[in-house]
């Protein structure tokens, strides 16, 4: 059982920047795969960002260069750093486990992100 807690989540002008933060409970930690979805208003959620739990990353076109993931294992804490954010970066944003072997996926609860002016 893995409970994921988001944080970090608010009101931000455009060309702003913001900091996720997703806290994971349980000691296997850094075997998990984590990665972090987005759903905005009326569209599919979407995946933006993941790393592997040998901190390989991977991105969404629409957020190359702008975001980062990392992980930090020692605090069973995943991050997301966004930068130049822009209106359309405006959703609720999940975190992701991936347990293995089994592959099981938890969700957090979301935190949401409102870019504008």
């Known amino acids: 059982q893995v409970q994921l807690v988001e944080s970090g989540g608010g009101l931000v002008q455009p060309g702003g920047s913001l900091r996720l933060s997703c806290a994971a409970s349980g000691s296997s930690f850094s075997r998990n795969a984590m990665r972090w979805y987005r759903q905005a208003p009326g569209k599919e959620r979407e995946l933006v960002a993941a790393i592997s739990s040998g901190s390989i990353t991977n991105y969404a076109d629409s957020v190359k260069g702008r975001f980062t993931i990392s992980r930090d294992n020692a605090k069973n804490t995943v991050y997301l750093q966004m930068n130049s954010l822009k209106p359309e970066d405006t959703a609720v944003y999940y975190c992701?486990?991936?347990?293995?072997?089994?592959?099981?996926?938890?969700w957090g609860q979301g935190t949401r992100v409102t870019v504008s002016s």
């Open positions: 992701v486990a991936i347990v293995p072997p089994s592959l099981f996926t938890y």
